[in-house]
């Protein structure tokens, strides 16, 4: 691949932003992958934004930012474990913010929006080492409480206890050390506010960047897939831990970003992963940034 397709550069004021790939994982559609509506239906989604019947593919683009004379990473994707679980299609968050011209050890902040696997597996290589060894870990506080909780994690449902053995897996003490919890409504760093976005899981966050006169939404997962989740707001994807409260969530960013006209950065959208949200009745669609490849 070229350099833009693996990375794209623009700017909020002085900040600058990289979308950097992390890469895509392709599987066969579950039958519950959308689990309050058909698979009939989800595959006339796929179909009507001209994506190929009983198929999914999911996209993971995590961020870099300079931002206050210092380079801050959001999110890291799947790490070295993608390249397994994916065959070579995910995980290449590092080797891509190498070729953006971004080393990995220069990195002075990592932030997290949430702790699902996608989003923190990129933090340590395959011997659990830390990928950014100089820089500060931001977590959100209720997502550390509900995750690093035993008897969260003793109870949890079967198929979430995976889940839970690979957050304390990844943060293990090397990493407990430079953790830093932040809340709702923080500065996290400067120019970059923390949003409460919750159901997708219990601590989920976005972000505001803000950069003089201009602000760009990180949305992190408040929507995943967009020619199901952005086109039918109502739907509720099987990973989202409060169904109900994020579609609340959903309803309210999308609504928000559509009456501020807000340029929004999604981490599950195709890359570049940005654009702009317009309301349709009582859906929404993507509309896609200057230049940029329509993204539904």
């Known amino acids: 691949m070229s350099n833009s397709e693996v ?16 890469g895509h994982r ?58 397994a679980m994916t065959n070579g299609t995910a995980g290449h968050f590092t080797d891509n913010l190498k070729a953006s011209g971004i080393d990995p050890k220069q990195v002075d902040a990592v932030v997290i929006s949430h702790f699902h696997f996608d989003h923190i597996a990129g933090l340590a290589d395959a011997q659990n080492r830390s990928v950014f060894p100089n820089a500060e870990i931001f977590v959100p506080a209720t997502e550390w409480s509900f995750w690093m909780d035993q008897s969260e994690r003793s109870n949890a449902p079967e198929g979430r206890r995976d889940a839970f053995d690979a957050v304390w897996r990844i943060f293990d003490d090397m990493l407990k050390r430079k953790v830093t919890q932040y809340n709702w409504g923080d500065e996290v760093l400067p120019g970059l506010l923390a949003a409460e976005t919750a159901g997708h899981t219990p601590g989920h966050t976005s972000f505001m960047l803000t950069s003089g006169a201009d602000r760009l939404f990180i949305q992190s997962d408040v929507t995943n897939h967009p020619a199901l989740f952005v086109r039918n707001p109502t739907w509720h994807a099987a990973f989202d831990m409060d169904a109900e409260r994020a579609e609340r969530t959903r309803r309210r960013v999308y609504d928000m970003l559509v009456s501020e006209k807000l340029k929004v950065q999604a981490f599950h959208y195709p890359f570049p992963s940005s654009g702009y949200i317009e309301k349709d009745g009582d859906r929404y669609h993507v509309l896609p940034g200057p230049g940029l490849k329509p993204i539904w």
Request: hydrophobic letters at 40%; zero cysteines; glycine letters at 8%.
């Open 26 to 83: 392709t599987f066969p559609l579950p039958d519950h992958f959308v689990v309050n509506a058909t698979k009939d239906d989800v595959n006339a989604a796929l179909e009507s934004a001209s994506l190929l019947r009983d198929e999914m593919t999911i996209h993971f683009n995590p961020l870099a930012l300079k931002i206050g004379g210092k380079t801050v990473v959001v999110d890291t994707g799947l790490g070295e474990a993608g390249k």
């Open 7 to 22: 990375f794209h550069r623009y700017h909020v004021g002085d900040v600058e932003v990289t979308v950097v790939r992390d």
